[in-house]
């Protein structure tokens, strides 16, 4: 039997890809992953160029892309059509969040560490037995540093709803 046609049960292709049995279901139910036939015990028996596909799956899953807009794209490309233009956009529109992401926690850190500095200057001037109710003064506002935050985009508060973020 040549290689490319040699079966591989879902143990045998999860261990090979480095993933778990359940994940391969999760693709599968997805759409990532197509359902392979089954053995006449029940097994599922994957063709050999699955082991591929999980590999293309797991490197995308690697540089921002999720499950599902992996399985449009894989939906587009099994049907004929060509969704590398598109891939290529959703790949920059990511670099993008990303960028700005980077900018958010940088501004996020420079917060923080001012915040230690006062709560350092507040420790100092504390003793060891007394609580010096760190949170408490920062919830109360005393700190210039926690000016408030603005409140997220609409677009933004979309994407965390979509995402199934807390409201």
Known sequence: MQANHKLLRSGELASRAGVSTDTLRYYEQKGVLAPPPRSSN?????????????????SALRIGF????????????????????????????????????????????QMLQAV???WDDQLGRTAPDECAH??????????PVMAPLAPPSSTEMGRKLKRGAPK
């Open 42 to 58: 029940g097994y599922r028996c994957y063709p050999a160029e699955s082991l591929e596909r999980v590999q293309v799956v797991r």
């Open 66 to 109: 999720s499950v599902d807009e992996l399985a449009r794209v894989l939906r587009v490309r099994q049907s004929g059509g060509i969704p590398c233009r598109s891939v290529r956009e959703m790949a920059s529109t990511k670099l993008r969040e990303l960028r700005q992401r980077q900018v958010e926690i940088e501004r996020l850190c």
């Open 116 to 118: 230690i500095r006062r």
């Open 134 to 143: 760190l949170l408490d003064k920062l919830a109360a506002g005393d700190s």
